[in-house]
């Protein structure tokens, strides 16, 4: 199975063979969560197939935080270092295939061996930084902005996502979307 924490930090081989060791593969149907609202997040999740979204609700709309395809690495960071109950859902928006390590096994590694802790202290920053984009991305563009943003890193995904989701990601309706689209 894959992992891309070698992009991350190499590891070495020892690491390398050990998280193979650890690593599961699962399946999840178009629709089927690998984690929901409320459940401790006990997993970091290889996307080796597939698309999925993490996302909250509030009474009146779904909030999307995130899409995730083939080679991401997802997790709900908080949830799965604090172990507390997770205010997102992970949804599969395709049939997904992941290897998943689970908290235990990688803390295990991470003690044993220092390029896998140097590998999930990078990921723990990207997904920082990930994450302070999105917030600036939200706060600080128009619409407009945030589509073309959108398709200049995500372009590939336009097909595989519905437009629907697409506009919860913007944080737009759809209509307006439909709008924006005829601009361009």
Excluded: W
Aim: charged letters at 25%; glycine letters at 4%.
């Amino acid at each position: 199975m894959y992992t891309n924490f070698n992009l991350l930090a190499e590891l070495n081989e020892t690491a390398n063979q050990e998280i193979q060791r650890y690593l599961k593969l699962k399946k999840f149907k178009k629709g089927e969560y690998l984690l929901k609202k409320g459940q401790v997040c006990r997993y970091i999740f290889f996307i080796q197939e597939g698309l999925v979204k993490i996302c909250f609700t509030n009474e009146t709309r779904e909030f999307i935080m995130r899409f995730f395809a083939e080679n991401g690495i997802v997790t709900v960071i908080d949830s799965y270092f604090k172990q507390s109950p997770s205010a997102y859902d992970v949804l599969a928006l395709e049939q997904t295939t992941v290897a998943c390590i689970s908290k235990t096994d990688l803390d295990r590694l991470c003690n044993e061996n220092h390029s896998a802790e140097r590998a999930l202290r990078k990921l723990v920053t990207q997904a920082s930084m990930n994450m302070m984009e999105r917030v600036s991305e939200m706060l600080e563009e128009n619409a407009g902005e945030r589509y073309a943003h959108f398709l200049a890193l995500n372009g590939q995904l336009v097909n595989r996502i519905s437009l629907g989701d697409l506009a919860s990601y913007l944080g737009i309706t759809q209509v307006s979307l439909s709008r924006i689209r005829a601009k361009k």
